[in-house]
């Protein structure tokens, strides 16, 4: 049985940003900032340790990022650097919080650099992804699992339409699953 597709675009340019497949040497040491960064890891399981993020980023770099569909670096479209990261892809059926009996719905996922906080840049990329997403693939929906402790994420989850529908254990945390229609982001 084939996968369902994921979103195939390279390149999803916004107003500010650029959300990028491809990883360059420059964005390592913000990508490490993001896995090592206690209060943007504070609900994704704790800051890991700079060693194993090297080794991860080290065969990254050397296998191209682009291999992994529906992940991409956000980017200041003016600069380059490097301000967080998104996943538009399928949510594995082997994990709990699905809408569907098959499973594999596209789950939505980002973190941002403490320094990209606040001003609206989540919202922003989160909206140019699943718009390109619901150009490119038929209506389906689309989740959001987030802890549940986690009220920063859930009320980004509500601006951009999404809805709770159940509440799950997972990763030793009471996870809170949200969904919207993919059509509902067609302009």
């Known amino acids: 049985m084939s996968q369902p ?3 195939s675009a390279a390149q999803i340019p916004s107003e500010r940003l650029l959300l990028r497949t491809t ?13 090592t960064d206690p209060e943007v890891r504070a609900h994704l399981g704790g800051p890991q340790p700079r060693h194993e993020v090297e080794q991860r980023l080290d065969t990254l770099l050397t296998t191209d990022a682009t291999t992994r569909p529906g992940s991409y670096v956000i980017a200041d479209n003016t600069t380059d650097q490097v301000i967080g990261t998104l996943m538009l892809a399928r949510r594995s059926t082997d994990r709990p919080g699905h809408v569907t009996d098959d499973g594999e719905e596209l789950e939505l996922g980002y973190v941002l650099r ?6 609206g840049l989540a919202f922003e990329a989160a909206t140019a992804a699943l718009r390109a997403a619901a150009h ?7 989740l959001i699992v987030t802890q549940t402790a986690n009220e920063r994420s859930l009320r980004l989850a509500a601006r951009l339409g999404f809805h709770p529908v159940s509440t799950f254990e997972e990763f030793d945390a009471e996870q809170t699953l949200c969904t919207a229609p993919l059509s509902t982001f067609r302009t």
């Open 136 to 142: 490119e693939l038929p209506d389906q929906p689309v």
């Open 114 to 119: 403490r320094s990209a906080w606040g001003a």
């Open 23 to 35: 990883l360059h040497e420059a964005d390592r040491e913000a990508l490490i900032e993001l896995s």
């Open 5 to 7: 597709p994921t979103l």
